[in-house]
Structure formats: C-alpha cells, structure tokens
C-alpha cells in the first residue's frame, strides 16, 4: 500500500496546488490513517457519498468539493461534525482539490468537459485560467449545442439566448462561474457554458450579446475528479471507483 502523504504530497505538485489562492484548503483535508489501498472519489463530500465509501471499503475519499470553506461555521457540530465523525469511524481520510483540478490542463474539470463535448482545440484563455474558450470549425447554433451538452451530460442545459444565430467562439467554466459571462463577451466569445444560473446572468447574455448555457454545478464537474482517480490509482497501484451522488443542481 501507498500512504495518504505520498499520494497528496504528488497530487499537490500535479495541480500546481500553491500557484492557486482558494477558498478552501486543498489537499488532505481529514487525516485518519497512514495507508491507502482503495480510493473512492465523487464530486462533494457529502453523507451519502462518506456512507457509499465506506460500503466500498475505501481508504480514501477524493472529492472535488470539501470542508472548511471561508466564512463557514467552524466548530465540528451538526451536519459538518457528523461528517467528519463518519470519516473517523469508517477509516476514511478525506483529501480535497477545488480550482486546481478545475484549473489542470489534463485532468481538470474544464479540460475534462470539453473532452466530452469532443472539442480536441480547446484551450485555457491564458496559463492557469479557470476560463476555457475553443473555435469550432463549423458553425454552430444554440439548438445544436444544447443538443450536444445534453449528450454528454444527461441533462438538458438552461438556455438563456443572447448571441447570434450561429456562432463559432465558444468559453466555458464548470461549477459555480456564471459571473465569468461578462469577460467571456469582452473576449469576443459567442456562447459561455457554465454550471449555475443567476438571475442577473439572464440580463447580462441579452445585453452583451451572447448566449449562456447553465449545464448544471455537479454535472460539469463530474469528470476531472474521476480523471484525478484514475491517474492516482495507475500510478500508485491501488484501485480507484467513481460514486456518482445525484444532483439536480
């Protein structure tokens, strides 16, 4: 078996986890125990996805979403404190990377979304960007992208129009980054992706001009954090599973 340091301690250099200013502490986040021979990782840390890695036997539970974000509640009670008591109780260490996996080249969230989308020329807008854009070859139209997001994803994206009736330039970022709307029009981008909607998001496509795709939080960052696992377990040996927590949002 591995020990939980030697796979964080790689991980944090992977991400290039110190060139990022988080709102979260990235890494390990619950130490429990030294070794690990099962990662099991989902999107967030929630209850359900503690209790389906215990199930699993995990050793290590590898989530994109964590705990002890900024101006959060911080003693270890209610919700927060019966997490943490399942941790300990099952065994289970929790290790946590939030913009540096949405951020990764490779096996990032953004990386990792346009490869299902199938767009092999996407591109950060410059190094370490949380924001994504890609020029397709053919025109394409708001139908036709809902479609293909729709595929990829297994849900239908909010469309809110804003753009032309084809377009070509296409940015997006996954999670909670509806606000990168404004400079991905100020780059001259004719449809933004993100996951999440607010209600200002819908003002701001019709008067910059550009469409907005809300794709769902959870659904667009399914991806880089079973890339991570994948990675981790080929190059430690140990086995790695997915737990796929619904979520509507």
Not at 128 to 139: H, R
Not at 168 to 185: D, F, L, R, V
Not at 212 to 225: C, L, N, P, Q, S
């Amino acid at each position: 078996m591995v020990t939980v340091s030697e796979i964080t301690s790689f991980t944090d250099t992977f991400l290039n986890t110190a060139n990022f200013n988080d709102y979260c502490p990235n890494g390990l986040q619950v130490e429990v125990k030294a070794s690990v021979g099962k990662i099991v990782s989902a999107v967030t840390a929630s209850q359900a996805a503690i209790q389906a890695a215990a199930e699993a036997e995990a050793d290590l539970l590898l989530v994109h979403h964590g705990y002890f974000w900024k101006n959060e509640s911080q003693p270890l009670t209610g919700m927060k404190g019966r997490r943490i008591k399942a941790l300990y109780e099952n065994g289970i260490n929790l290790a946590a990377w939030h913009l540096p996996l949405d951020a990764h080249p490779q096996v990032g969230n953004n990386a990792q979304l346009a490869k299902r989308l199938r767009w092999k020329n996407a591109t950060p807008v410059e190094e370490d960007s949380l924001l994504w854009q890609v020029e397709l070859e053919a025109a394409e139209t708001a139908c036709g992208l809902t479609q293909l997001i729709e595929g990829a994803l297994g849900r239908e994206p909010q469309h809110i129009a804003g753009g032309p009736i084809q377009f070509k330039k296409i940015g997006w970022c996954t999670g909670a980054a509806q606000s990168y709307i404004e400079q991905a029009a100020e780059l001259g981008l004719q449809a933004f992706i993100s996951g999440e909607v607010s209600e200002n998001t819908t003002h701001a496509a019709r008067e910059l001009g550009i469409h907005y795709f809300a794709a769902g939080h959870h659904a667009t960052e399914r991806y880089g954090i079973q890339a991570l696992g994948n990675l981790l377990a080929d190059k430690f040996s140990v086995t790695h599973e997915f737990i796929e927590i619904s979520n509507p949002v």
